[in-house]
């Protein structure tokens, strides 16, 4: 006859094998502590929306811009005096944001102007301006090289939109003195020479023996384009 004590072994062995199957057979009790934020994973958890660039302390590259490609998002815009204003605010952003854009941008500058412009294109709130603007930017696509290269890019842009309206067109050389943003340093047409951060020369933006009708890096010819 089997004893009380053995009895009990195998009904705690017993339990503890039926545990150990159910453990196996739902996943979500596989789950463990994420040794850097402390959450805990599990099938369906934390672990989808994991990315190495969450990780305090960690230097990895960011995660790539999304939704820069696309049709237009808002609806049109019916009130004329709505969309004036909103259209005199928006060329001011726009023409400060290139007038103070790097000389000399990384390639990470470079592409982040240039998602912006077509994040634009798409989120404008005026529905019709920004189909406009997604056509110019297939015709144009956006310069990014340079403080110079960008600015002058958007400048033509706008006197394409200037000529549709029938307006008179800015004379680009005068961006900076039209676009002051009072921030009192490195202008377009600044006469000062500009310097890197070893007083080094370095390319002035406005070097008449600069081609601006070129890329600084690819060499591609600046404000071309065709459908």
């Known amino acids: 006859m089997i004893s009380r004590f053995a009895k009990s072994l195998f009904i705690i062995i017993f339990a503890i094998f039926i ?9 979500p009790s596989r789950a463990y502590i994420d040794p850097w934020t402390g959450q805990l994973f599990g099938e369906g958890g934390v672990e989808k929306t994991w990315h190495p660039s969450n990780v305090p302390g960690k230097d990895h ?10 049709g237009v998002i808002m609806s049109k815009l019916g009130n004329e005096t709505a969309k004036a204003a909103l259209g005199r605010a928006t060329w001011k952003l726009l023409h400060t944001m290139t007038l103070r854009f790097p000389e000399h941008p990384t390639n990470d500058e470079r592409e982040a102007l240039g998602s912006y412009f077509h994040l634009t294109s798409r989120l404008y709130p005026c529905g019709e301006c920004a189909a406009e603007f997604q056509e110019l930017l297939k015709e144009f696509p956006p310069q990014t090289s340079s403080r110079r290269a960008a600015s002058l890019w958007l400048c033509a842009v706008h006197n394409k939109v200037n000529k549709r309206l029938k307006k008179s067109e800015f004379d680009c050389a005068n961006l900076s003195s039209e676009y002051d943003c009072g921030c009192g340093d490195d202008k377009l047409d600044s006469a000062s020479p500009v310097t890197g951060t070893d007083n080094t020369p370095q390319l002035d933006p406005v070097d008449l023996e600069h081609d601006p009708s070129k890329d600084d890096i690819t060499g591609a010819g600046l404000i071309k384009g065709g459908r």
Do not use: S
């Open 61 to 70: 590259p960011p995660m790539p811009v999304v939704g820069v490609e696309g």
């Open 19 to 27: 545990l150990a199957m159910l453990a196996m057979l739902h996943p």
